[in-house]
């Protein structure tokens, strides 16, 4: 079965340019977080959805961040303007509505500001 | 607020010994589930044991299993026999039964293993 897949894997670009990173959850999973991951600060919950609908965005640094679930199966997590700041891992997970399930990671996108 | 504490920066161990790595937490809930995450070089998160806070077993999978102590909101891991593939980061991690279904992750440990 297909896990979840994020991309780019990569993506290096200038400050001041827009970044889009994408996620396809995996197929059935109700509920589909975006996770930062940063020597200083470690892994952190940016936001989620459940049944394509954010429920939490506390953790989105500020206005330079968005994200959009348009259907089930795919997400997207934008930052316009970028800042050199903003260079982490970030990680798509997955997972289904019963309440003792697992949250499935992909394989995340190392971005970098420059 | 939940938090999760791993005070082991890094550990070592020799091939084929047993090695434990130490979490701790704090929540008032009385509900919750347990999770240890292995984060190998290629930067996966892999799913490595779960606990469940109702469930006073310890849970095990294979080589790996767990020291779940409760009243002193501690969740150790144990791998025996342990093997070159298992050098990693290790993450703890907390969630609440029912609502907000973010994890909540500690700082991680670095595992490293001595041929």
């Known amino acids: 079965d297909a896990g979840v897949i994020q991309s780019p894997r990569h993506e290096v670009t200038e400050m001041g340019q827009e970044v889009t990173l994408r996620c396809k959850p995996i197929?059935?999973?109700?509920?589909l977080f975006w996770y930062r991951q940063t020597m200083m600060r470690g892994l952190e919950l940016l936001i989620y959805?459940?049944?394509?609908?954010?429920?939490?965005d506390s953790g989105m640094p500020e206005d330079r961040f968005s994200a959009k679930m348009p259907n089930a199966s795919f997400s997207t997590l934008k930052i316009q303007p970028s800042e050199p700041r903003d260079s982490a891992v970030y990680f798509c997970?997955?997972?289904?509505?019963?309440?003792?399930?697992?949250?499935?990671f992909g394989d995340g996108t190392r971005l970098s500001i420059l | 607020a939940q938090t999760v504490t791993q005070s082991q920066p890094e550990m070592s161990v020799q091939e084929a010994e047993t090695v434990t790595l130490s979490c701790t937490y704090d929540?008032?809930?009385?509900?919750?589930?347990l999770f240890w995450y292995k984060q190998p070089p290629s930067r996966q998160m892999i799913l490595v044991i779960r606990?469940?806070?109702?469930?006073?077993q310890n849970a095990t999978e294979n080589r790996f299993s767990v020291n779940f102590q409760k009243a002193a909101k501690s969740f150790s891991l144990k791998i025996s026999d342990s093997q070159l593939g298992d050098a990693a980061m290790y993450f703890c991690?907390?969630?609440?039964?029912?609502?907000?279904?973010?994890?909540?992750f500690g700082q991680g440990t670095r595992l490293t293993i001595n041929p």
């Open positions: 991690a907390y969630r609440v039964s029912q609502g907000a279904q973010k994890l909540v």
């Open positions: 959805f459940n049944n394509n609908v954010p429920i939490d």
């Open positions: 929540t008032s809930e009385s509900d919750y589930y």
């Open positions: 197929s059935g999973h109700d509920y």
């Open positions: 606990q469940e806070a109702y469930k006073q």
């Open positions: 997970a997955s997972s289904l509505q019963l309440y003792n399930q697992p949250q499935h």
